[in-house]
């Protein structure tokens, strides 16, 4: 079977159906918290930077706050990308209707996530550091490693980036064009000033969890890795 992303979504739509409830609430949930953490970042921001004094060690202190709140932010975001795709990988080895649990556990892998995500970062850069072009095609050899930690939550970080690698090799244009076709779903969510993506952001995860297990499926027939690789 070659890489369809029409296939994806009809398979994405087909593990969703008479299951959209728990990840409708949970975009919700994570919609508010995520607007929540924003805005109390940017007011804390604003405000400190109108009343920093004209010193260096008063503007060194403010900084030194921000770039703790940014951090705390990617941590607030890093549980709740996990905690939804943990959702997605429950949605493909189960048949029944996810339970609230079933999503909420994910937030108990944020410390991990989020250790993963700032090495993912730093990666990207230092080869877009080289020319932006290199940055670009890493990030999307590296992007499976999320997946792979969410559906292997013992595996260590820089394995889960190597395997996603090897995952990845001669795919990254096709996991380019996937993501490119929903640009006109984007629009639409901004034109429903989000409301839209209650619905979109399942229908997206789920039909990136399904890329995924292509992927995976693919280096394993294929020899490129092992079922052990993932332990």
């Not at 990308?81 to 959702?87: E, H, K, M, N, T």
């Not at 189960?94 to 108990?108: I, L, M, R």
């Not at 080289?130 to 999307?140: D, H, Q, R, S």
Request: with cysteine; net charge positive.
């Amino acid at each position: 079977m070659l890489y369809s992303s029409s296939t994806f979504k009809k398979q994405a739509l087909e593990s969703l159906s008479g299951r959209w409830k728990i990840p409708v609430i949970a975009v919700i949930i994570s919609y508010a918290m995520f607007i929540a953490v924003y805005l109390t970042f940017m007011l804390f921001t604003t405000i400190s930077l109108k009343r920093v004094e004209n010193t260096e060690t008063a503007q060194f202190f403010t900084f030194g706050l921000i770039f703790l709140l940014e951090l705390f932010f990617i941590f607030i975001l890093s549980g709740i990308i996990i905690s939804f795709l943990r959702l997605t990988i429950f949605l493909e080895k189960n048949t029944q209707a996810p339970k609230f649990f079933d999503w909420a556990e994910g937030f108990s892998m944020s410390f991990k996530f989020f250790a993963a995500y700032l090495w993912y970062i730093l990666w990207v850069c230092l080869w877009a550091c080289l020319f932006y072009i290199p940055g670009i095609i890493k990030a999307y050899s590296y992007s499976q490693m999320f997946f792979i930690i969410a559906e292997n939550p013992k595996i260590k970080i820089n394995q889960a980036m190597q395997l996603s690698r090897r995952l990845t090799y001669g795919y990254k244009g096709d996991l380019f064009c996937l993501q490119l076709s929903f640009i006109g779903w984007q629009i639409l969510n901004s034109l429903t000033f989000g409301i839209l993506f209650f619905w979109t952001g399942p229908y997206m995860a789920m039909t990136y969890e399904k890329s995924y297990q292509y992927l995976k499926t693919m280096a394993l027939e294929t020899g490129v890795v092992k079922p052990e690789d993932f332990n």
